[in-house]
């Protein structure tokens, strides 16, 4: 038992040696580390994980996540992770998306609660989609009041100053219930 303390993104083990277990991923090279905590090279089954107080837990290819926005750039947006695939996580990892293919001036704004599913993990970084009909925003407020929208075909229209924006909305917008939502 080698153990010693690993930062996110620290490369604990060869892919090689070791599969990926609890709070690690791989880049098809190394197995980094997806949390802080304790490496735990498990010789008799292979596995390498990281001890985390909280379990981390990070979302896997093809997992369906729900997040707030916590930033918005020219080509893509960075998300906070709220629920992976329904279930909800404090560990508040961060994925990004890119919306260079999206004809639309505004996808998602800041806070905006959007839903994703989740491409590969690169350098550390985990990297979502958002083109798929059911993905993309499920709450979001008016860009010019902070008022209420309501959803109009494609568009959004504020209930307050009536103003119309653009959205990649998912085809879940409105559903308030999108906590429960399962793929
Ligand atoms: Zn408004």
Known sequence: MSETFAFPGDKIASIEEYETGYNTFDDGDVVHAAAVGEIDLNKETRVASVKHQKMISIPKIGDVIIGTVAAVMSSMIAVSIDYINGKPTTSKVECVCSTRNLRKKNVALVNDIVTLKILNHLNGTIHAAIEEPH?????????????????????IKCTD????????LSTNYGNSDFVKLRE
Do not use: P, S
């Not at 993309?136 to 929208?149: A, D, P, Q, S, W």
């Open 135 to 155: 993905l993309g925003v499920l709450f979001t407020k008016c860009r010019k009041c902070g008022g209420k929208v309501v959803q109009m075909r494609d568009a």
């Open 161 to 168: 100053c009536a103003w119309i924006d653009e959205r990649k």
